[in-house]
T-cell receptor, first 109, second 117 residues
Framework: QKEVEQNSGPLSVPEGAIASLNCTYS??????FFWYRQYSGKSPELIMS????GDKEDGRFTAQLNKASQYVSLLIRDSQPSDSATYLC?????????FGAGTRLFVKA | SAVISQKPSRDICQRGTSLTIQCQVD?????MFWYRQQPGQSLTLIAT?????????ESGFVIDKFPISRPNLTFSTLTVSNMSPEDSSIYLC??????????????FGPGTRLTVT
């Protein structure tokens, strides 16, 4: 069974620090990789997508993909209290997307 | 990205009844999906809503319990039939496809919070 694994957390970082969120997946044929942010009581919001090995930067967010290690990460620089949320990793192979259970992030002011 | 609305936003229903949830998108999209999210849990895909044909259900979900319609490229409904308290959850529709921005990037509606008593 295809799986996406995340550390459930909570991950607590001080304001201004770098938050590092990690995700591993089991299907080597996976092609597309996503990070969603979900605030409590809200629906998931797409914040990053990455399709090839390496880094992709968007503002304070950097997604990193290593297909050989089947590993995806999200770095949040200069973390803010407003970044406190659950971050879901999602992996697509074919037309099927599998979501991880999410990592809860707390940014302390 | 597409703008997605869902109705109702929340409901409290009695066991044994049925509830139909609507998902409306402001532009045509290729793919529409229905998910369930239990409190504190991740997303579980119920089915893919196919325009003009029967939905594709995931393991553990059946058409008799969760009938789905998709009459066009902007609208879908999910019915939760013969409800029990175990159906209490948040139900989310999502869209993907080139018309929504990218083939596989999914965008979610605001969700429907269902409580079955």
């Amino acid at each position: 069974q295809k799986e996406v694994e995340q550390n459930s957390g909570p991950l607590s970082v001080p304001e201004g620090a770098i938050a590092s969120l990690n995700c591993t997946y089991s299907d080597r044929g996976s092609q597309s990789f996503f990070w969603y942010r979900q605030y409590s009581g809200k629906s998931p919001e797409l914040i990053m997508s990455i399709y090839s090995n390496g880094d992709k930067e968007d503002g304070r967010f950097t997604a990193q993909l290593n297909k050989a290690s089947q590993y995806v990460s999200l770095l949040i620089r200069d973390s803010q209290p407003s970044d406190s949320a659950t971050y879901l990793c999602a992996v697509t192979g074919g037309f099927k997307t599998i979501f991880g259970a999410g990592t809860r992030l707390f940014v302390k002011a | 990205s597409a703008v997605i609305s869902q109705k109702p936003s929340r409901d409290i229903c009695q066991r044994g009844t049925s509830l139909t949830i609507q998902c409306q998108v402001d532009s045509q999209v290729t793919m529409m999906f229905w998910y369930r999210q239990q409190p504190g849990q991740s997303l579980t895909l119920i089915a893919t809503a196919n325009q003009g044909s029967e939905a594709t259900y995931e393991s553990g979900f059946v058409i008799d319990k969760f009938p789905i319609s998709r009459p066009n490229l902007t609208f879908s409904t999910l019915t939760v039939s013969n409800m029990s308290p175990e159906d209490s959850s948040i139900y989310l529709c999502s869209v993907a496809g080139e018309l929504a921005g990218s083939s596989y990037e999914q965008y979610f509606g605001p969700g429907t919070r269902l409580t079955v008593t």
